[in-house]
């Protein structure tokens, strides 16, 4: 665990960066520090590898403070990566994800065979490994300087802002890589952002940094949205809050309504069975569902109303759930399981319900935290 204990930083023009800060910041799990520009955060990021030396209080490494710590082997222990990666021009792709561990005393060949596979876990083409970094897009530049940072295999990596320079397209790409090279690898990562969005969907848990350096809150994401601790918080976590909570609640408890599904070339026994459904579902002959009929007509495939955008129960959140039921024509959600087969329906209704226990529950945990 990295503890950041009691940190104030005062640059030398008597700007105070870092006010009193304390963090416990866990182990193997993404730790977001996010607040407007100025608030301390890249200052923080900083003093953990000790690029900038902390003016009062301590950080402490798995309990040792990092002042006792040569700075070589503190910083060899932590990877770094920056906004726009910061690479080497004039060096290959490859010879630059090598950097670290050839300053280690690997050999040329170790190294570089360290670094294709780090292309590989990073997503890059092997064909990349001789170009030079120009040659490259914004994105595939971020994850060049994230191979390079995990190249030494450090416990710990400090990033700061890394894919705040590349579209949103790109960026959502770099963020679901980086929860998977996570889940993959259980880096200890703290992670900058300006942007709560990103926040809220890597941190485990998220530091909330106001003017002045000082923490606003410190909680996981889903108790930031549930329980903003005051005004500055909740204005810095936007508009929707209440939507963007249901991310994190699993869709995966609805009941499913499945009389309403029937195939396309039913029987009128079998269309019989589903008369009291408002809505019929129609499926082609795999169990996919093709969209609405209404009860008591003929089914004619290019009569049928749009289904809306379906939902996987196992996966998807009840924040996806309600999306499909709001996107339907009818106000029911489509539930499908990995193959696009349909599993079941569900209401606006039913799916309000969910949402009303699942909030009592949130509650009721957020109390017995405190
Ligand atoms: N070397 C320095 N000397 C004096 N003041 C500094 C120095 N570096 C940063 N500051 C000031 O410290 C405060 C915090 O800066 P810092 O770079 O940590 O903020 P930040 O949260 O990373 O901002 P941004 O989102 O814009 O990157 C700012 O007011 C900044 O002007
Ligand atoms: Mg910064």
């Not at 050999?107 to 292309?119: F, I, N, T």
């Not at 009929?293 to 996966?315: C, I, N, Q, V």
Request: with cysteine; glycine share 10%.
């Amino acid at each position: 665990m990295i503890r950041i204990d009691a940190v104030t930083k005062r640059y030398d023009d008597g700007t105070v960066a870092v006010d009193r800060l304390s963090l416990d910041i866990p182990d193997r799990a993404i730790t977001v520090l996010v607040g407007p520009s100025g608030c301390g955060k890249t200052t923080t990021l900083r003093m953990i590898n000790r690029m900038v030396e902390p003016t009062e209080g301590g950080i402490f490494l798995d309990g040792a403070d990092i002042r006792r710590q040569p700075v070589d082997s503190l910083r060899r222990s932590m990877g770094y990566v920056i906004q726009n990666a910061g690479l080497f021009q004039h060096r290959t792709i490859l010879d630059n994800i090598a950097t670290v561990p050839r300053l280690l005393g690997w050999s040329k060949q170790r190294a570089r065979g360290r670094a294709a596979e780090l292309m590989e876990r990073v997503g890059l083409d092997a064909a990349l490994a001789r170009r030079y970094p120009y040659q490259l897009s914004g994105g595939q530049q971020q994850r060049v300087g994230v191979a390079r940072a995990l190249a030494a295999d450090p416990p710990v990596l400090l990033m700061d802002e890394p894919f705040s320079a590349v579209d949103p397209m790109v960026r959502k790409g770099l963020q679901d890589e980086l929860l998977r090279i996570q889940a993959e690898l259980g880096k200890t990562i703290v992670f900058v952002t300006h942007d709560i969005d990103e926040a809220v969907k890597l941190g485990t848990m998220v530091a909330v940094l106001r003017e002045g350096g000082r923490l606003a809150q410190f909680a996981p994401p889903v108790e930031l949205l549930s329980a903003p601790a005051d005004a500055f918080v909740e204005d810095f976590l936007g508009a929707d809050r209440g939507i963007r909570r249901l991310s994190f609640f699993p869709s995966a408890g609805l009941p499913l309504e499945t009389a309403p599904l029937v195939p396309l070339d039913a029987d009128a026994e079998r269309l019989a069975a589903g008369a009291d459904a408002p809505y019929l579902l129609v499926t082609d002959a795999d169990g996919r569902p093709l969209g609405w009929a209404e009860p008591g007509r003929p089914l004619e495939r290019d009569r049928l109303l749009d289904h809306g955008r379906p939902f996987r129960p196992g996966t998807d959140s009840l924040r996806s759930a309600l999306d499909g039921a709001v996107l339907s024509p009818t106000g029911w959600a489509v539930a499908v399981d990995g193959e696009g087969r349909a599993l079941g329906v569900v209401s606006q209704r039913v799916i309000g319900d969910a949402i009303r226990a699942a909030h009592g529950r949130a509650g009721a945990d957020a109390g017995a935290v405190r």
